[in-house]
C-alpha cells in the first residue's frame, strides 16, 4: 500500500477508536444531569445513589477519551503537514476556542463532580454537574466546527499559492456558522445522547435480568428510555436537515450515500441494495420512486445530480459509502423498535417480565455506536477525493517526508496500545457494574452534609 492509504487508514483506526468514548460521556453527562436534578427535586435518596453510580461510568469513558484524542492531534503534524498548514488558521480558532470554552470548564469543575459529593452542597454539586455536561458539549461543538467547515467552508480566503497556499480567516462566525456545521452538529450531539442513553438502558436490563438492583435499573431505565425516545425523534428531523444541505452543497456524496449514478428526475430512494460500480446500478434493491428528490428539494419531481456529472476519479467508493449509510439508517430503526416494544411494555406493566426484550435492551447499546462510527466513515468517505471540500485534495494534504513504513509501524504499535486500552476499559466497566450502585454509607454522609449547609453551615466535618 502507498503512503497515502496507510496514513488515512491509521487517522480512520485511531478516529474511530477514540468515537467510542466522548458520544458516551456527553450521553452519560446529559442523564446524570436529569437525574441530579430529580434528587434536588425529590430529596429521594435512590436518585442520589443513582446520579453516584453514573458519574463514575461517566468519569470512566471521559478518561478514556481524554487518552485516545491526544494522538490524533499529533497525525496531524506528522502524516498530514501539507493540510495541517493549509487549515492552521481555521482549526487553530476552533482549537483555541474548545480550550477556552470546554476544556477550562470541565477542567474547572471535573474534581467538584467526582470527589465533591461529601464536600460541597448538593445545588452546588449540581452546578458542577452541569458545568462538565456543558463542557462536554462544547467541546464537541468546536470540533464539529472544524470538520464542517472541511465540508462547506466559508469565512475565509487563500493566501499564498502552490505548496505555500493556507485559508486564513477573514470572518470568524461565518466560518463558525458554515451552511452544514448547525445541522451537522445538531445531528452529532443527538447521537451522543442516544449512546448515553443506550448504555443506561443497556445495563439496567443487565440487573433486571440478573434480579439484583431493581429499583435503581428500573428508575434507571425509564429515564434511559425516555431521553432515548426524544433523541430518535429528534434526529429524524436532523437527518432530513443534513440529508438537504448535502444535496445543495456535496451533490457527489449525495450521489454516492444513495447510489444514484445517473443524473436524473424524481430520484427513487433506495432502502437497501448492492451497488454494482462496474454496471452502475443498486441491485437487489427496493427503492421508493421519487422519494429521494422529495427529500432533497421538497420536490418529488426535482433533479438529483449523479455521479455521471463527476470524473470516475473524483468518485468516493461507492460501495462503502453507500453501505455505511444505510447501515446508520438501520440501526436508527432498530433503536426505534426496541423503544417502542419497551413502552409499549412499559404500558402495560409487563416490561421487566419480559426475558426476551430486556436481553434486547441490553444487546442495544451497540445501536448507537455502530450508527456513529457508520456515520462518520460514510460523511467523511463521501467527500472524496477532498479534503476540504473544492479546495484541497486528500493527496495533496499529506506529509512530504512521511514513508509508508513509519506510518505502518507507527499503525501497529497505535493497534497494540489501543487493544491494550480497550480490554482495560471493558474490564473496569464490568468490575464497576458487577460491584453495582449501592452504597448507603456514602448517601448517609451526602444527606448529613446537605442538611448542615441548609441549617446555616458549620466548619466542622461531617
Known sequence: MNVEILARMQFAFTIMFHYIYPPLSIGLGLIMVIIEGIYLKTRD?????????????????????????????????????????????????????EGVFAFFLESGFLALLLFGWNRI?????????????????????????????????????????????????????????????????????????????????????????????????KKSMKIGLCVAAIALLLQL???????????????????????????????????????????QRVDYGIAIPKMLSYLSFDDPDAEVIGLDQFPKKDWPNVAVVFQTYHLMIAMWG???????????????????????????????????????QAGWVSAEMGRYPWIVQGHLRISEGLSKAVTANHVLFSMIMFGIVYTFLFIMFIYLLNEKIKHGPSEPDYSVTYHKLEKVVQKGGSNEPV
Open 237 to 279: 428531523y436532523t437527518g432530513d436537515r443534513s440529508g438537504k444541505i448535502i444535496a445543495k452543497y456535496q451533490p457527489s456524496k449525495l450521489a454516492a450515500l444513495e447510489g444514484i449514478f445517473q443524473t436524473q428526475k424524481g430520484a427513487p430512494l433506495n432502502l437497501f441494495g448492492i451497488v454494482n460500480t462496474k454496471e
Open 45 to 97: 435518596p435512590k436518585y442520589l445513589i443513582m446520579a453516584k453510580f453514573w458519574t463514575k461510568i461517566f468519569a470512566l469513558t471521559f478518561a478514556l477519551g481524554v487518552a485516545t484524542g491526544i494522538v490524533m492531534e499529533f497525525e496531524f503534524g506528522t502524516n498530514w503537514a501539507t493540510y495541517s498548514r493549509y487549515v492552521g488558521d481555521v482549526f487553530g480558532s476552533a482549537l483555541a476556542a
Open 334 to 372: 432498530v433503536m426505534a423498535l426496541f423503544t417502542l416494544l419497551a413502552f409499549y411494555h412499559l404500558w402495560r406493566g409487563t416490561l421487566f417480565e419480559k426475558t426476551w426484550l430486556l436481553w434486547g435492551l441490553v444487546l442495544t447499546v451497540l445501536g448507537p455506536q455502530i450508527g456513529n
Open 121 to 217: 452542597g448538593p445545588k452546588l454539586h449540581f452546578f458542577s454537574t452541569v458545568m462538565v455536561c456543558l463542557g462536554a458539549h462544547f467541546s464537541a461543538i468546536w470540533i464539529v466546527v472544524a470538520n464542517s467547515w472541511m465540508q462547506t467552508p466559508a469565512g475565509y480566503h487563500i493566501v499564498g499559492e502552490g505548496m505555500s497556499a493556507r485559508a486564513e480567516i477573514v470572518d470568524f462566525w461565518a466560518m463558525v456558522f458554515n451552511p452544514s456545521s448547525m445541522t451537522r452538529l445538531s445531528h452529532t450531539v443527538i447521537g451522543c445522547w442516544l449512546a448515553g442513553a443506550f448504555l443506561v438502558i443497556s445495563i439496567s436490563a443487565y440487573y433486571l435480568l440478573k434480579q439484583r438492583e431493581i429499583e435503581f435499573a
